[in-house]
């Protein structure tokens, strides 16, 4: 595989590229995907007779992956399988069923969370990472743009960003996602955040943003995705939506892992004004909280008599 992604589950790679790939290649993929272990004891013959395609294409998705050829396939597909036996303890498997109970339930969700969190930092990529944190602290105004579960992603980002006194606006309008992109300029930074990479309006968002200058992000879980063509830097999660779990907790788990890192770097690049400034937000709002004592009970208010 690459040197980005040699130390990467290459299930990860694959499913990540999956939309991409021409459509004999998805039938090669859907083969890798449903039985890695078994593949990675087949020929290349077995493979693609499985696949309903040639062993010319199942080499072409290798390539297209980011592998030389079939036999690093394999290797690639049997360490792998390695690594998930090693604590086949902790996996449940990834769909819930309708009759799983709560125990199995709450089994199953926080394996996938942690997973998530795990592969997305396994294949995020340090060095574009360090660019868009680059950019973002010597930005003059920092745009973060996305819809339904994203809009909290966005909504989290900015919070960080604007207790730090970074300039940082979250949008989840279309109109007004729009109107904001049109009026950022050279040396803004417009993050656009989208599990799938395909919602027409971040991606619209997006394209104006670089269309006027800015410095454009996006945060989505598929590199070969649309919002991937209007980016000048991509940062990639790598999450696995299934039943009940569509596009709510898993992906937004992996994309706050993102973004926590995001933070902690711009943070990093001024730190006596970010330790000043979390100081003073932490000062504002602590008459709003309530002083409890040790054992959780809330202690009496101070009359001043």
């Not at 109107?179 to 997006?206: N, Q």
């Amino acid at each position: 595989m690459t040197a980005e992604h040699s130390e990467s589950s290459p299930l990860v790679r694959i499913r990540s590229l999956l939309p991409g790939l021409a459509r004999a290649e998805q039938r090669v993929a859907k083969v890798v995907l449903e039985s890695p272990h078994t593949v990675a004891r087949r020929s290349i013959t077995e493979v693609a007779e499985a696949a309903g395609t040639s062993e010319t294409t199942v080499t072409r998705f290798c390539k297209a992956i980011g592998v030389g050829g079939y036999p690093e396939l394999r290797i690639a597909l049997a360490a792998d399988t390695a690594r998930s036996e090693a604590h086949a303890d902790r996996d449940l498997g990834g769909d819930i069923n309708p009759d799983d109970d709560l125990k199995t339930v709450v089994g199953k969700v926080t394996f996938a969370d942690s997973r998530a969190v795990e592969e997305t930092a396994d294949q995020l990529d340090i060095d574009v990472l360090a660019k868009v944190v680059s950019a973002v602290a010597n930005a003059g105004r920092v745009d973060v743009y996305g819809v339904g579960a994203s809009a909290f992603v966005a909504l989290d980002l900015q919070q960080k960003l604007h207790r730090i006194g970074r300039v940082s606006f979250a949008w989840n309008d279309t109109h007004i996602m729009l109107t904001s992109a049109a009026v950022l300029k050279p040396g803004d930074v417009a993050v656009a955040i989208s599990h799938t990479g395909a919602t027409a309006d971040t991606v619209e968002a997006l394209r104006v943003a670089r269309e006027h200058g800015a410095t454009t992000v996006a945060l989505t879980n598929y590199p070969t995705s649309p919002i991937a063509e209007v980016a000048d830097l991509v940062l990639t999660t790598a999450a696995r939506e299934t039943t009940f779990r569509s596009g709510a907790t898993a992906s937004r788990i992996a994309q706050l892992t993102v973004v926590d890192c995001l933070f902690i770097g711009v943070a990093q690049r001024h730190l006596d004004e970010t330790i000043k400034a979390l100081d003073s937000t932490r000062d504002a709002v602590g008459p709003h909280r309530l002083e409890t004592r040790h054992d959780g009970r809330r202690k009496p208010r101070d009359t001043g008599k």
